[in-house]
């Protein structure tokens, strides 16, 4: 029973760690193709990339894994998180303790924060493009540009997805070297400089992201 459930454990970790890893990849390609916002061509590059990535059938099929990946991602993460806690009485080594103290509290938190702002995101557009829910008043419910605008011209709004885009940061940070820790890839020799790529990876997606409210909010 003992090796069940340390098989289960052990599982639940490397689905995360995979399921994590290919998320952080589309990050990168989401932001990519959202930079595009930035270009002063009133949202034509944008568009133009939107259509393509909303129309082409191999992204349409992209899509329906995307969206398994952050579903197995967030139960394996809930899994691994309760495992952790329920294991915490049973005494475990003193140099596992800040590990699996960091990995159960601060992760679990920084992930729901991230859980909570896709739910929102999603009905900012993704609901809006599939018609779940209205879009604002005179704007196409397919003009992801026009809809950015118009999410972007409120502080509020614009700051609450550039603190929600730290935390990503954060996340991420630690994430990245946990799934390399789990899949067995962290051989001294290069650890440091796949913690190093981790956090400068990090940092990128969660500035690059963030000035994109920020380019709205000062100049649109
Ligand atoms: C300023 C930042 C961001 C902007 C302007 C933005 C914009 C968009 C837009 C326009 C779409 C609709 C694409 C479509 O349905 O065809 C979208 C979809 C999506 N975004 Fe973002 N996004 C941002 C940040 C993020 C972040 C940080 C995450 C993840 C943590 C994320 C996750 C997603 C997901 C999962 C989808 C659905 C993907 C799909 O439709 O295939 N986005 N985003």
Known sequence: ?????????????VVMALAGLFLVTFLGVHLGINLLLLK????????AAAEFM??????????????????????????????????????YQV????????????????????????SLHFSDY?????????????????????MTVHLFSSTWYALFYMSSFVLLGFHLNHAIQS????????????MSAVKMAG?????VISLGFMVIPLYFLLFR
């Open 126 to 146: 993704y609901f809006i493009k599939i018609g779940l829910v209205a879009p604002p008043e005179g704007i196409d419910a397919h003009d992801f540009y026009a």
């Open 199 to 203: 956090t400068i990876y990090s940092v």
């Open 40 to 47: 002063d061509d009133g949202g034509r590059s944008f568009s």
């Open 1 to 13: 029973m003992n090796k069940l459930l340390q098989y289960s454990s052990i599982t639940s970790k």
């Open 95 to 118: 140099g596992n303790r800040t590990e699996t103290s960091f990995l159960s509290k601060y992760m679990l938190h920084s992930g729901i924060i991230v859980m909570l702002f896709l």
């Open 54 to 91: 909303g129309t082409n059938p191999l992204i349409r099929i992209f899509e329906i894994v995307l969206f398994a990946g952050f579903l197995i991602h967030i139960v394996a993460g809930f899994l691994v998180s309760g495992k952790n806690r329920a294991s915490r009485p049973a005494g």
């Open 179 to 190: 799934a390399f820790q789990t899949m067995g890839w962290n051989h001294t020799r290069y």
